[in-house]
């Protein structure tokens, strides 16, 4: 079993700033790479960011430019820094692994952006 232990949502005003932090812990073998999921309600769960076991990062489209994803290989934990937040951010955002036998989730934090 693997799990993921997130920290760091909360709410914000428009244009603030918040970090997110996530410790894996368990069966971890081969860690492909960590990242960031969100969902907010009504829609589908989409990626915001993730990074690979070499430092390889992939950001949805949306917050390109704003937010920025960093990895403890060591440690196994990843962890987003969201700066210039926007109402459209209010989204329960996931901790994932993506390893060789599957990907992990954590049970997210919810991230409330007030305009």
């Known amino acids: 079993q693997v799990q993921l232990v997130e920290s760091g949502g909360g709410l914000v005003q428009a244009g603030g700033s918040l970090r997110l932090s996530c410790a894996a812990s368990?069966?971890?073998?081969?860690?492909?790479?960590m990242g960031w999921y969100r969902q907010a309600p009504g829609k589908e769960r989409e990626l915001v960011a993730t990074?690979?076991?070499?430092?390889?990062?992939i950001y949805g489209d949306s917050v390109k430019g704003r937010f920025t994803v960093s990895r403890d290989n060591a440690k196994n934990t990843v962890s987003l820094q969201m700066n210039a937040l926007k109402f459209e951010d209010t989204a329960v955002y996931y901790c994932?692994?993506?390893?060789?036998?599957?990907?992990?989730w954590g049970r997210g934090t919810q991230v409330t952006v007030s305009s």
């Open positions: 990074i690979t076991t070499g430092g390889q990062t």
């Open positions: 368990g069966r971890l073998f081969e860690i492909n790479a």
């Open positions: 994932a692994v993506h390893q060789g036998e599957g990907d992990y």
